[in-house]
C-alpha cells in the first residue's frame, strides 16, 4: 500500500527565515511525485512533478528535491503570500492507464509572519 | 484555471436524502476524479473515470455512486446521506497526454454538510 508523511504538519515562519518542508513516502514503483499549494477554501493548486531521484524544480522561491525515500520543498526567504498548506501526493507505476491516481499526505500547514 | 465547475459550491441537507455532486469540464480530458478531504485524512480518492461510462471505485466508494455519460460532465451521487459524508469534496482531471498529461488537476471543491 502507498503511504505519504508530511513533517512538520505545521510551520511558523518569520518572513525571510528559509526552511524546508518533508514529504516521505513508500510507493510500489514511483511514477511522479507532486507537490501542490492550498489556500484556505480553495482546492489544491499543483507546483512540481518530480519523476526520478536527484531531479529538482524551481519556481520563484520554492525548490523541490526528490531522493528514493523522500521529497523536500525548500522555501528561500519566505514572505507572508507563501502562507498556504503544501500538499505532497506520490502516483504509482500502474500496468494500465486507467487510474493513475494520487495518493495524498496530510499535509503541512505553513503560516509566514512579516 | 483547469476548466474545471463544480456545483453546487454549497450544500446542506438532511440525513437519509440522495444528493447529487456535479462536475463539468470544458477541455475534453479523459480522465476524472472525485476525492473527499477531510482533517486527520488529508485527500482521499472516491471514484475515478477513464472514459465515458468507464468508472472504478477508489480508497472510500461506499456510500458513492458515479456516472460519467458525456465526456464532460461526472457526477458523484450519495443515494443516501449520513453525517460522515460532510466533507469537502473535489472533482479533478488529467489531460492524459501533453508535457503535463500525467498532472492532476483540481477544481475548487464543494462543502457538503449532512445535518
Known amino acids: 500500500e502507498d503511504q505519504v508523511t508530511q513533517s512538520p504538519e505545521a510551520l511558523r515562519l518569520q518572513e525571510g527565515e528559509s526552511s524546508s518542508l518533508n514529504c516521505s513516502y513508500t510507493?510500489?514503483?514511483?511514477?511522479?511525485l507532486f507537490w501542490y499549494r492550498q489556500d484556505p477554501g480553495k482546492g489544491p493548486e499543483f507546483l512540481f512533478t518530480?519523476?526520478?531521484a536527484g531531479e529538482e524544480k524551481e519556481k520563484e522561491r520554492l525548490k523541490a528535491t526528490l531522493t528514493k525515500k523522500e521529497s523536500f520543498l525548500h522555501i528561500t526567504a519566505p514572505k507572508p503570500e507563501d502562507s498556504a498548506t503544501y500538499l505532497c501526493?506520490?502516483?504509482?507505476?500502474?500496468?494500465?492507464?486507467?487510474?493513475?491516481?494520487?495518493?495524498f499526505g496530510g499535509g503541512t500547514r505553513l503560516m509566514v509572519k512579516p | 484555471d483547469a476548466g474545471i465547475t463544480q456545483s453546487p459550491r454549497h450544500k446542506v441537507t438532511e440525513t437519509g436524502t440522495p444528493v447529487t455532486l456535479r462536475c463539468h469540464q470544458t477541455?475534453?480530458?479523459?480522465?476524472m476524479y472525485w476525492y473527499r478531504q477531510d482533517p486527520g485524512h488529508g485527500l482521499r480518492l472516491i471514484h475515478y473515470s477513464y472514459g465515458v461510462k468507464d468508472t472504478d471505485k477508489g480508497e472510500v466508494s461506499d456510500g458513492y455512486s458515479v456516472s460519467r455519460s458525456k465526456t464532460e460532465d461526472f457526477l458523484l451521487t450519495l443515494e443516501s446521506a449520513t453525517s460522515s459524508q460532510t466533507s469537502v469534496y473535489f472533482c479533478a482531471i488529467r489531460p492524459g497526454q501533453g508535457a503535463f498529461g500525467n498532472t492532476i488537476y483540481f477544481g475548487e471543491g464543494s462543502w457538503l454538510t449532512v445535518v
Open positions: 510507493v510500489s514503483g514511483l511514477r511522479g
Open positions: 501526493a506520490v502516483q504509482a507505476q500502474q500496468d494500465n492507464n486507467a487510474g493513475n491516481m494520487l495518493t
Open positions: 477541455e475534453n480530458h479523459r480522465y
Open positions: 518530480l519523476y526520478s
